[in-house]
């Protein structure tokens, strides 16, 4: 089993940042790719930005250029880096590490969820 703590969500107004983080800890053998989803209220949750265990990122179009995904590999963890913070970022953002274990092969692990909230 993999556990995940994310933190660093709040309340900013617009126009402000702040800094996810996702720590993952348990029986870790390999994490591949790592991710940060939001789901706004009566929305369906949405990819916001991945990284691969090779450094890739991808991004959605709606916070490129002001989002930045990085991860730490020695610690677990990834972030997220929110910049020039939007009323449309208002969310909860959840973590999500694909871990891949032998015998039982890759599987996909969230965080609790942690409440953004940016004020107009």
């Known amino acids: 089993q993999v556990q995940l703590v994310e933190s660093g969500g709040g309340l900013v107004q617009a126009g402000g940042s702040l800094r996810l983080s996702c720590a993952a800890s348990g029986s870790i053998f390999s994490i591949n790719a790592m991710g940060w989803y939001r789901q706004a209220p009566g929305k369906q949750r949405e990819l916001v930005a991945a990284?691969?265990?090779?450094?890739?990122?991808n991004y959605a179009d709606s916070v490129k250029g002001r989002f930045t995904i990085s991860r730490d590999n020695a610690k677990n963890t990834v972030y997220l880096q929110m910049n020039s913070l939007k009323p449309e970022d208002t969310a909860v953002y959840y973590c999500n590490v694909d871990h891949f274990a032998p015998l039982v092969g890759s599987y996909g692990y969230w965080g609790q969820g942690t409440q953004v909230t940016v004020s107009s």
């Open positions: 990284i691969t265990s090779g450094g890739s990122t």
